[in-house]
């Protein structure tokens, strides 16, 4: 595998493609995703929650007048809630979807730095052992001694998942909510 070159104002000449992707730390381990959808870098604070949602869901933020909700990636990866530190920011993306442009936001621990990665440094999603779904790995490349999981970030942050999970929860809230019912008439 080869080596994946900072962005230093010059690009590498190669036969490859190259993309420019973010990357960011989440509980010790490196991501990145494709520079283009990304909005901006904010610093974390006044997220406000909304009674109901998934774990993995912080809530919403108030983005120049634009509700933008807030995903946890760790939670979401289906692990514990990201803890709040000192250089815990939320990256904006910006979505494509069929009905138009859709802006998230996701937490992170911190944001590294911005690097060009040439397409055959990157080598496909591992069929085992990763600890986040396979679905959510665009691929896998290298930094010095470390990798680092470039995101499918359209899997990740899929408005139509997030949706069914939410349909499914209150779902589940009715059923339990009517079974109650049922059980104080008996």
């Not at 381990?29 to 109901?52: D, R, S």
């Not at 910006?94 to 055959?120: C, K, N, Q, T, W």
Request: hydrophobic residues 45%; negative net charge; contains cysteine.
């Amino acid at each position: 595998m080869g080596q994946i070159t900072p962005v230093r104002g010059t690009s590498v000449a190669t036969a490859d493609t190259i993309q420019q992707v973010l990357t960011f730390l989440l509980n010790g381990e490196m991501f990145a995703v494709g520079i283009l959808n990304v909005k901006e870098i904010i610093e974390y604070g006044q997220v406000t929650e909304i009674p109901l949602m998934p774990s993995f869901i912080r809530g919403v933020i108030n983005l120049r007048g634009s509700v933008v909700p807030v995903i946890d990636l760790g939670a979401r990866f289906g692990r514990e809630r990201q803890t709040i530190g000192r250089r815990t920011c939320i990256v904006i993306i910006e979505l494509r979807l069929d009905d138009g442009r859709h802006d998230m936001g996701m937490v992170v621990d911190s944001v590294s730095e911005v690097l060009d990665v040439a397409s055959s440094d990157i080598e496909p999603p591992p069929s085992f052992g990763a600890r986040i779904r396979a679905d959510f790995i665009q691929g896998m490349s290298k930094i010095g001694s470390r990798f680092v999981i470039l995101l499918n970030i359209e899997r990740v942050l899929s408005i139509d998942e997030i949706a069914l999970l939410l349909a499914a929860r209150d779902g589940a809230v009715e059923a339990g909510a009517e079974s109650a019912l049922t059980a104080e008439r008996v």
